[in-house]
């Protein structure tokens, strides 16, 4: 491919990404006319994604390296090699409430792409194969947690505009064990070595080090947040919290201390709520866990409902929960098989989806017992084919806790698979039913 | 379509797909053999032979229904894994004397997860399959195999030396090698076997005594070579998917009049169309090269997807194949990529492709019949 022809490929790749930065700073906007504390600390979020997607941007005009990679594969190496990255995944995962989603899964429905593959990752090929992902120096792609992974990352690798850019994905050993880790830190060992070898970019372990040591102090306080979320009633809602907490820690700002910085302001405000017993809304009535991503297609749609019309309160998601133990930084090997444990058994989603059932299951059992849940809701989303081959096990689970069970069966980012009406329908039978709120 | 052929030992291999339990199993069980089964064809049987039992491939067959699978998993769930685990629930896989799976796919490695909570098999493993095919995931493999070695010895009391081994990875090439022989006499002009048949052929293979099936393939070949042939056909067809063992699917597009020549099948081609290397010193280093590298691959395995499109289109080449058809069972991720990629592959090439989605028990014939003459008016036969 010629130079002009690599200006364009850029060029076209940034269009979308840019309206996306664009949408971000659209929603920045509607943040500063809210003073509240809670909103402030939405905005230094948002913020901190714009600033990513400008760096992204620069980095593609000026030709600079940048990279695609995922938060389960070890962003601590990504930022201690100081490499810019973004996810291919990225517009399902964060800007799935840009207004143009539906019409993008529409044409990745006209592209061929089967309608029973997850959406977030039929739209992440759509959105290469129609040469709207900003072409990266090297990818990192992901082999779990589920099949759907897999299968887009071998479509990128088929893609023309995009087969001469390098990949590697890490294997994903299955049971969790001294062997697993040791072979997952050897395939991130690799993976960094990948790095150097197409990005110019050094490994420094030192660095790795400050990063990790950095890192460990974010997920300190992301559990101490989340044990703020223990309180009834709960100091924050769906709308913040966990989610933020996972995109500073493994997306945006991995060992750095601006992200440690948010996450104690975090820390300090939920503590605040709880010594004044302020609740995420006046009157909280049901505390609900939420076992998967949130539905970010039209999240406005129906979580502030949950909360309106039934005082119910997600106290728990998936990505919220805090599994995570320190990464011992005494040397090279310590670190790498911190890394592996981390990235590979205690990352959200990949942690339950990955390996054997029994994640969802103690999971559960987990959420259930410290944070006070009156139900499981299982969103059931269409592409999570490993979860919905597991609700036998939820279920038994949950009747053994005694904690009602329910599995919606939606699409997280295509609101017309289930709608929100038909989704709030479900939901107010089932808390009907079970006496709750 | 069917072969006319005067000893009817091809009913022998029907028999042995539209039922679970064939005679020849029954008998072995009657006189103490010991049957395992396998959930996925990267499962190396060889060991299991080598143990002196018989691996038997996991399927669906004869299930009329999910009910009980359908309290374990979820609509969204594949329809091979609700009706062989519904099959697991009702008992009706009691005479197997243990199971043993890949981490294959998303629906599959969860059957593993409802059966020990709820099925009283007496042993039970699950292989860590890598997705990658490099030296480090051979590495990978060979200590997954030889764990599961010990482990069966272990279980069973019983000692699988290497000179064991090696007997059982001959007698496994051995019958590759007999069914290659058997796709090599569909090259020509006249087929002797039909698609449908070659798949019951197949099947039978990963569910009966291997040496008996051995000797029966002999005859079965030597038979088909004084056969006249299947001269009248409109088209030659290759057919791509996944875990398809119903011959009777194949028997419905062969019945429009499209012979299907060929395959890159669970139970077909990829079972068989290369060796496990008789010329290494370790048999467990051998086998695991043979699943991780060397064998064609399904697409589950990252980084193989050149070489799995070149197979087909080998096979296109060498068979003569007018067109090909990629089915694959509604919820698979896997064969949806790979249906997309490969149709993009072979429309680059101008070879005529048609994707079908279907369930594991076969319905909606009549829809499958109509799909098929289309594609068959569309190539112009």
Known sequence: MDKRDTSEMVQKGLVRYRQERDWFNFLNGLLAQDPSEESQLSKSITEITVDRYDQIIRCAEEGKPFIAGYFCAAPEIYAAMDLPWYMIMQTPFLAASAPYLLEDIDACERMGLGTDWCTACRLSLYYIEAGLSPPPTAVIGLLHPCDAATVLHQAVVRNKLWRDIPMFCTDPPYFEDERGIGYFANELRRMAAFLEEHTGHKLDIDRLREVCQESNKQYELWIEYSQLRRAVPCPHGWGIGGGQCFAITQVFETGNPRGTQWLRELVANAEKRVREKRGSIPKERIRYFWFDLLPFGWVFEFLPWLETEWGAVMVMEMFGYTPYSPIDTRNEDTMFKGLAKRNLYESPMVRQARGIADYFATDIARVVKDYKIDCVIWPGHMGHKDGAASIGIMKEVCQQLKVPYIHIGLDLFDKRYTTPDECKDKVSKFFSTMGLG | ?381
């Not at chain 2, 493993?125 to 010990?150: D, G, H, N």
């Not at chain 2, 290369?274 to 590298?293: F, K």
């Not at chain 2, 994707?355 to 799909?371: A, F, I, N, P």
């Open chain 2, 1 to 381: 379509m069917v072969t006319e052929i005067g000893s009817g030992i091809l009913r022998k291999f029907t028999e042995a797909t539209e039922t679970l339990v064939n005679t020849e199993l029954r008998d072995w069980r009657a006189q103490g053999g010991k049957v395992v089964g396998c959930y996925c064809s990267y499962v190396p049987e060889e060991v299991i032979t080598a143990a002196g039992f018989v691996p038997f491939r996991m399927r669906g067959t004869g299930s009329t229904g999910t009910d009980l699978a359908d309290t374990c998993m979820g609509s969204i769930n594949c329809s091979f894994a609700r009706h062989s685990l519904d099959m697991g629930l009702s008992g009706r896989y009691g005479f197997l004397d243990g199971v043993v799976w890949t981490t294959s796919c998303d629906h599959v490695r969860r059957i593993y997860d409802h059966w020990r909570r709820k099925i009283d098999t007496p042993y039970l493993r699950l292989l860590s399959l890598p997705k990658k095919t490099t030296e480090p995931q051979v590495e990978w493999y060979r200590e997954e195999i030889a764990m599961f070695k010990e482990t069966l010895e272990k279980h069973f009391g019983v000692e699988i030396t290497d000179e064991r081994l090696w007997k059982a990875i001959r007698l496994h090439n051995e019958i590759r090698g007999l069914q290659r022989q058997l796709y090599e006499l569909r090259r020509g002009k006249s087929p002797p076997i039909t698609g449908a048949e070659t798949l019951a052929v197949m099947v039978a293979g990963t569910a009966m005594p291997r040496e008996y099936y051995g000797q029966l393939l002999r005859e079965l070949l030597q038979e088909l070579s004084l056969s006249d042939g299947h001269p009248d056909y409109r088209a030659r067809l290759m057919l791509v998917g996944g875990i398809l063992d119903d011959p009777a699917y194949i028997g419905v597009i062969e019945e429009q009049g499209g012979l299907v020549v060929t395959d890159s099948l669970c139970f077909g081609s990829r079972l068989m169309w290369t060796d496990v290397d008789e010329g290494v010193s370790d048999p467990v280093m051998a086998l695991a090269r043979y699943y991780i590298a060397d064998r064609p691959h399904c697409p589950r395995m990252f980084g193989e997807q050149q070489r799995r499109s070149a197979f087909v289109r080998n096979m296109i080449r060498e068979f003569q194949v007018d067109g090909v058809i990629a089915e694959r069972l509604v919820f698979c991720d896997y064969w949806t990529g790979e249906q997309f990629m490969l149709g993009e592959d072979l429309k680059e090439e101008g070879i005529p492709y048609l994707k079908l989605d279907r369930e594991y028990v076969q319905s909606g014939v009549g829809q499958l019949r109509t799909r098929v003459q289309a594609f068959l008016e569309t190539m112009g036969r």
